[in-house]
């Protein structure tokens, strides 16, 4: 038996393939083409020797960001400012709202009492031109039921 120790005897593995991935090639990149031409330049050595070649500027270093000339903390404060201001604007116009609506209701309410008003005055003031009222003697009324009875 020249079984590995950890397989059980009598079973077969099956082998298994491991695929890596291939790395791709970088692209090349395109020649970018200076806007002008630049100047030659040749440099004689010390030892006599002439060296000829395109001149480089020199490497410009980074700006340090500048600080804006009010902080942040000053910012979001002002952005808290304009945020309150408007809020109490529309407070402002909501107190004025239920106002305007207070009124109305109040003037509906004048209005139904007025004609509520005046329908009784009229009941009243036309009942006591017609005598057709009936006329109930309350000593000699029976009461059955809720219904006057002679």
Known sequence: MNEPANLVPGRREATVEVHLPTPLAPM?????????????????????????GYALEPAKPELPTAKPPVSRTAVNIALGGIGFGAV??????????????????????????????????????????HRSVTTVNIRKAVFKRNHFHD
């Open 88 to 129: 109490c604007g529309g407070l402002f116009l909501l107190t004025a709202f239920i106002t305007a609506l207070t009124a109305l209701i109040t003037q509906l309410i004048t209005l139904a009492a007025a004609i509520f008003g005046g329908w009784v005055a009229v009941q009243v003031f036309s009942a006591s031109g």
């Open 28 to 52: 090349p990149s395109a020649p970018v083409q200076p806007n002008t031409i630049p100047a030659v330049a040749s440099i004689v050595l010390p030892d006599g020797r002439v060296v000829t």
